[in-house]
């Protein structure tokens, strides 16, 4: 932190420098980054009210139109092809357990993955759990959980997850590895600067060079690609600067080959609509994916701030999905186009402002938490100036992701940001939910199961179970809106009984109104005595392909290993039956069938029974987060602004 500071007053010494880097004319990246205004089509409706309680929220048409489809004409079969897999391990699993699962749309359950933030880290263990869950690998098949991504209804991330969730999704759905390293089937030419390049994890995301200069030049291109839209009126923030570093990693259209090539869009232009134009989704072979940020408001109420956090639990979540963006809480209750976000009127609407990297940047924009500190001055105060300086705007708040607001005058009682022309979009996690559980937890789309996998850094970076908590919590204020199952109150809890180092089941015996919860947390290393790989720093923004493959390998044990009967084993012989029984067990409640077999022993084994423990309250780092990327980015710049004015 002290080298940090010290970097950074030398790039204030030298901000008069900076000015000779003033940007030059729009990059092909600033024309594709740049929205567009047009005439709006006919019939076009700005604003869906989406109903106030659950009594009558509704799913837009788009949306149930794909979940229909998908669960009619695709999950079907692939529930069959999970269930085999499952069969295979030679656990005997009750009569109830294969007829749910080979039986119609009707009985099988509806599933959604939530993938957690926590940078790179969270990106890296999401990716590692699905790998596990995903029947395209023969391993996970083997081990008889393959195929339950397949079977998924909704996936849904924020942060850390957003950054998984929006490459896999605009990247065609490639296979967890070709996803990570990027395609080994030649499919991606160099030449082909719409290709899917791999998330280039080795190029760190603010320094990717080792020459400072050429580290310069990159940060000026970054700035140069927010040009076109500046000049074209919206509000240009540094989530737009965090949005185009991004896109090199998680959006199409760059390669190792092109990292430095400014003549190629670099992921401008690939937009998170168009995600509905891709062959997996036209196909309806994919969840229905979903992004989580959290509005930060000039009105909120900071005494519903936990302690620890940035964002009250009463602000309204927003939720990114391919066809809208909006809100079900019930205070909004209103979505709008993603096509034309950025059109607050009903005559000239706006497209190409929904790019999936922003949608990405603004799940992850944790900025604004600098105001919030004593940190401001020594570190994000010479990056802004940097910026300012390069891109002058009048009265603008830079620290956070500026949307325009299509709800202006919507819900006026009710909606505190009814009355300001712009939204302002913040990192999902900041409320305390780092899991993106709750749109899931929306009535209307009938979810019976969620995999909720936790890779946040609690306690030396692994999960504690605090985002469970803070989920709990929120559903209190929208109790009409929302169902969850209890979880453990306290930390203190989730410790004494190491609910976050193994599987949990959360809603065994609750109301089977909120769906059942199946936990997978980055709580601890696996059991058969490894060292711990997969608690990195969220402050660490590069990676070796070295490093990566092994927390995916050790992703797979912990996501595989189950919790053994008997101490003395590394894994459980019955975790992939016992998943299974998780997975079906809101179907078997409607069919009227009392669990029995294996799924009897199982629940005793992996369900929290509510049991409160007293232990010693666990220690928590929730604000650790604050220090972790600014002060990079803050020695970067000062760094490599130095050397250009040498």
């Not at 098949?141 to 209804?153: E, V």
């Not at 995301?205 to 291109?221: H, L, R, S, W």
């Not at 992921?267 to 979903?290: D, E, K």
């Not at 392909?545 to 290993?561: C, E, P």
Request: hydrophobic share 40%; proline share 6%; with cysteine.
């Amino acid at each position: 932190m002290a080298g940090a500071m010290k970097l950074t007053q030398i790039a204030l010494a030298i901000l008069p420098s900076l000015l000779a880097l003033s940007v030059s004319a729009q990059t092909v990246a600033s024309q594709a980054y740049t929205p567009m205004s047009g005439a709006c089509p006919s019939n076009f409706s700005l604003v869906r009210m989406a109903g106030s309680s659950a009594d009558n929220q509704t799913l837009s048409p788009s949306e149930s139109a794909y979940i229909q489809t998908r669960k009619s004409q695709v999950l079907p079969q692939a529930w069959k092809s999970y269930l085999a897999n499952v069969q295979a391990t030679k656990v005997s699993l009750p009569d109830y357990v294969t007829n749910i699962l080979e039986g119609n749309s009707t009985q099988n359950p509806t599933l959604g993955i939530a993938t957690s933030g926590g940078g790179y880290r969270a990106a890296i263990f999401g990716a590692g759990v699905l790998n596990a869950l995903d029947a395209r690998n023969g391993s996970s098949a083997s081990a008889g959980t393959g195929g339950l991504l397949q079977a998924a209804t909704y996936l849904s991330g924020l942060s850390g997850g957003s950054w998984f969730l929006t490459s896999l999704v605009q990247a065609d759905f490639p296979t967890i590895q070709d996803l990570v390293f990027g395609p080994t089937s030649g499919a991606s030419a160099s030449n082909n600067t719409n290709a899917w390049g791999g998330w280039l994890a080795q190029y760190d995301i603010f320094a990717p060079n080792d020459n400072p200069i050429t580290d310069v030049e990159y940060i000026k291109d970054l700035v140069e690609e927010l040009q076109g839209k500046r000049d074209a009126g919206y509000v240009v923030t540094f989530a737009d600067f965090w949005a185009r570093a991004l896109a090199r990693h998680f959006a199409n259209g760059t390669t190792v080959t092109n990292f430095f090539d400014e003549s190629v869009t670099h992921g401008a232009g690939v937009l998170f609509s168009g995600v509905a134009n891709t062959s997996s989704f036209t196909s309806h072979s994919i969840p229905f994916p979903i992004v989580i940020a959290d509005l930060d408001s000039p009105s909120q109420n900071t005494s519903n701030v936990e302690a620890g956090d940035y964002i009250p639990l009463t602000n309204p979540l927003i939720e990114f999905n391919v066809f809208e963006m909006g809100s079900f809480d019930p205070v909004l209750s209103a979505f709008t186009p993603t096509k034309y976000l950025g059109t607050q009127n009903t005559s000239v609407c706006v497209t190409g402002y929904d790019q999936s990297s922003f949608v990405a940047g603004s799940s992850s924009e944790l900025f604004n938490e600098y105001n919030l500190t004593n940190i401001l001055n020594a570190t994000l105060g010479s990056v802004i100036s940097v910026f300012e300086s390069l891109l002058p705007q009048e009265g603008v708040e830079l620290d956070v992701a500026s949307w325009p607001n299509a709800f202006y005058g919507v819900s006026p009682d009710t909606f505190i940001d009814s009355n300001q022309k712009n939204l302002n979009l913040v990192d999902g996690g900041e409320d305390g939910e780092v899991i993106p559980i709750q749109p899931l937890l929306v009535k209307t789309r009938d979810v019976d199961v969620i995999v909720a996998i936790d890779a946040t850094s609690d306690v030396n970076n692994f999960a504690d179970g605090s985002s469970l908590i803070a989920t709990q919590n929120r559903t209190t204020f929208f109790p009409s809106a929302y169902s969850f199952p209890p979880v453990p109150n306290t930390l203190s809890e989730f410790t004494a009984q190491n609910l976050s180092t193994r599987p949990t089941f959360f809603g065994c015996n609750t109301s089977t109104t909120a769906p059942l919860v199946i936990y997978l947390a980055n709580g601890g290393p696996p059991h058969n005595g490894e060292a711990p790989l997969t608690n990195t720093s969220t402050a660490q923004i590069s990676y070796q392909a070295a490093q990566i493959q092994a927390m995916l390998d050790q992703t797979f044990l912990i996501t595989t290993q189950g919790y053994p009967a008997n101490s003395s084993e590394a894994e459980d012989p019955e975790w992939p039956a016992c998943l299974a029984c998780a997975v079906v067990d809101r179907a078997r409640n409607r069919t009227g069938v009392d669990r029995s077999g294996v799924c009897a022993s199982c629940f005793e084994r992996y369900c929290w029974d509510g049991d409160v423990t007293t232990g010693a309250p666990s220690s928590t780092s929730k604000a650790s987060r604050v220090n972790v990327v600014m002060p990079v980015l803050g020695a970067v710049l000062a760094s490599a602004f130095a050397v250009s004015a040498m």
